[in-house]
């Protein structure tokens, strides 16, 4: 009874704390998100003074071409191999940060690490546009070092679109890895190795488990808007860089069908949906 | 089984000495309590001979082998950590047969081998909880029948019943010596309880500051302490200081305390003299058979009555001594009351330094 009664203050005492979160989130995100759901039942855009009309044809639209579900698989593709990526890159990584190193080389490797999180995301794809073009840095580099010749021109192709969205999305995996890792006491791995297993029967019986969580938040955070990416793939990908994300921002900044650009993402945050829904009991269960 | 010697291993961590030349011969099959103060080494001893950690110098070896290049999980112990350090994303069964399971047993054989460890430390049911639905006590139990279930050579115990009550210490207590004793497995067992480590051991070794005080039978090091240190350590005791007779010594006001035979120092030294307050006699005069004994006289300052027995403190000198008197019925003294104590020579024991 007075457990319930002090729980019940608690949360009345929490609501100044918590209304500017929701009325922000109220006014930023919900009020934006409903006119946009708005949009994309419309013919035509009520701005341009047109006249228009209530549809469905919008998202009629996506199941009539296959050209948008054919990008739209593309896409989920891409974004389960940059999750992957971020996995095989970050994964160790945060290993080695929260259980490897200690004290002043730790702070050192993770300003590293955060650092693209600081840099301006176009400063970033076009200084990768530098490093990967033929005749750029890597390709130099390469021949210099190298006794034959050999001609590196990963501009404007899927491995460079590749290797951009992972460069900015791997902090996001190191983060959210590093902060279940360091949870890990290390006398649980030492007990694991007294019980006779190897250091790779330790990861995988006891680390992978119990770092499953922060494994799971970071492929959320990545595969979700690598998913819908535009500007890596625009810069980086050229002709082979098109995708679902910049066929909706196509529809936004060079068509100006929003209507249609509205539809697209929400079928495609739908689909997301569905994929996180599909997705998380699986890993729970592998949790 | 096989026994584990330490051979003048040292630990530093930077200027710090955690082990400071430490030599140990764990006999095969005994059950070694290792004892000391906070912050003593205990524990990092326990780390070099299960391989977490390695000594700057010096040598381990188990069964008869230099360990050296012996990585963790080859060396076949069982350790049972001070936190207990069970795995939280399995279930109990599922800790207790790691072991086992990551040496590839059959599933049969993990499942019986599980549930009899399980058995032993009397947590048959629990094993479909997982570790955080236990208390303390169980933890505790689930962590040793972890270590027990894949037959080590040698067990590793870091105060593993420092989270018990004390009737259910007792229990395990009498438990683990009972398992210890079937298995006949070599078992250093890390304490802060003297009495546990009196009760279970065969041999006690007293850190202190990294360095290996004294070691040998709990009734050696009980009834000759070596030093000062080990004499108020393990267990109580009244330390007289003064110069060397040589086989006893003068305190400041010219009395004389004598030791028990064989006990001989160079004359003039600084000495001390420790007895055991229970080895004391007090009475308010003289007894007649006292010839040879050692006598002091002091009052009563305060009288503690512990059910069995009291304890005395008594005044003499600027020095309060403890005497302890099993509760006969027969005679108490009150507080304030001149007394006399005495106590043999045998029960002095002589200290240098
Ligand atoms: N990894 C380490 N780095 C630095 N110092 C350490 C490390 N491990 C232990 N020490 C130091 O070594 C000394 C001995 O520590 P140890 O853990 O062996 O003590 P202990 O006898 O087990 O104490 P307790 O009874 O409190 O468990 C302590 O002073 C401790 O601070
Ligand atoms: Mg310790």
């Given at each position: 009874m007075a457990a319930a009664t002090a729980s019940r203050s608690g949360l009345r005492s929490a609501l100044p704390l918590l209304a500017p979160a929701y009325l922000w989130m109220t006014v930023a995100i919900f009020l934006p998100l409903s006119a946009m759901v708005f949009f994309?039942?419309?013919?035509?855009?009520?701005l341009s003074g047109k006249p228009w009309a209530f549809t469905l044809g919008n998202y009629a639209a996506f199941f009539s071409q296959s050209l948008y579900l054919t990008l739209l698989l593309a896409s989920l593709r891409l974004g389960l191999e940059v999750t992957l990526w971020c996995i095989v890159i970050g994964y160790p990584a945060a290993y080695v940060l929260a259980k490897v190193l200690k004290g002043r080389s730790r702070e050192a490797i993770f300003l590293l690490v955060i650092l693209p999180f600081w840099s301006n995301g176009l400063v970033r794809i076009f200084s990768w546009a530098m490093v990967l073009r033929e005749g750029g840095i890597l390709d130099t580099a390469l021949n210099a070092v190298l006794p034959f010749k050999i001609n590196i021109?990963?501009?404007?192709?899927y491995p460079a679109v590749i290797i951009g969205l992972v460069h900015s999305y791997v902090p996001y995996m190191v983060l959210t890895c590093y902060l279940t890792l360091q949870a890990i006491d290390d006398s649980l791995i030492e007990a694991g190795r007294s019980l006779g297993a190897s250091r790779l029967q330790v990861l995988k019986r006891v680390i992978i488990p119990l770092s499953m969580p922060g494994l799971v938040a970071g492929a959320a955070l990545i595969f979700v808007p690598v998913v819908g990416s535009f500007m890596e793939p625009r810069i980086l990908g050229?002709?082979?860089?098109?995708f679902y994300g910049t066929v909706i921002e196509d529809q936004f900044?060079?068509?100006?069908?929003w209507p249609l650009g509205a539809a697209l993402s929400f079928i495609l945050l739908a689909v997301v949906l569905v994929i996180l829904a599909v997705a998380s009991p699986v890993l729970k269960r592998a949790a | 089984m096989a026994g584990v010697q330490v051979s003048n291993v040292s630990r530093s961590f930077g200027a710090h000495k955690?082990?400071?030349?430490v030599s140990i011969d764990f006999a095969d099959g005994g059950f070694y309590a290792l004892l000391g103060p906070s912050g003593s080494g205990k524990t990092t001893l326990l780390r070099q001979i299960a391989g977490f950690d390695f000594p700057d110098s010096g040598r381990i070896a188990i069964g008869g082998e230099?360990?050296?290049?012996?990585p963790v999980e080859k060396r076949r112990i069982g350790m049972v950590f001070q936190n207990y350090?069970?795995?939280?994303?399995?279930?109990v069964a599922d800790n207790v047969a790691f072991g086992l399971s990551v040496r590839g047993e059959a599933k049969a054989v993990i499942a019986t081998e599980v549930q009899r460890a399980l058995d032993l430390v009397q947590l048959?049911?629990?094993?479909?909880?997982?570790?955080?639905?236990?208390s303390g006590g169980q933890r505790q139990r689930v962590a040793l029948a972890r270590a027990i279930v894949t037959k080590p050579r040698v067990l590793l115990l870091d105060?593993?019943?420092?989270?018990?009550d004390k009737a259910l210490r007792v229990d395990m207590q009498i438990e683990l010596k009972r398992i210890q004793r079937e298995i006949r497995i070599t078992t250093i067992f890390v304490t802060h309880d003297q009495e546990e480590a009196l009760t279970m051991s065969d041999r006690i070794g007293i850190l202190r500051d990294g360095r290996l005080v004294q070691e040998g039978p709990p009734e050696e090091i009980y009834d000759r302490p070596k030093s000062e240190f080990a004499a108020t350590f393990l267990g109580d005791a009244n330390i007289f200081r003064g110069d060397s007779t040589g086989s006893g010594i003068r305190l400041a006001d010219g009395t004389a305390i004598a030791a028990g035979a064989g006990a001989t120092l160079t004359a003039g030294a600084k000495a001390s003299c420790a007895v055991r307050p229970e080895r004391i006699r007090i009475a308010t005069d003289v007894g007649a058979?006292?010839?040879?004994a050692n006598m002091l006289r002091g009052q009563v300052s305060k009288r503690i009555f512990a059910g069995n027995n009291s304890t005395y403190f008594v005044e003499r000198a600027g020095q309060t001594l403890k005497v302890i008197v099993q509760n006969t019925g027969i005679e108490r003294l009150a507080e304030g009351q001149d007394v006399v104590l005495c106590w043999s020579p045998e029960s002095t024991v002589l200290i240098a330094g």
């Open positions: 994309s039942f419309m013919t035509e855009l009520p021109d990963l501009m404007y192709s050229g002709r082979t860089g098109t900044v060079a068509v100006f069908n | 955690a082990l400071d030349d230099s360990v050296e290049r012996v350090a069970l795995f939280p994303n399995m279930s048959g049911k629990l094993g479909g909880r997982r570790p955080h639905q236990l105060e593993p019943l420092g989270a018990l058979s006292e010839s040879n």
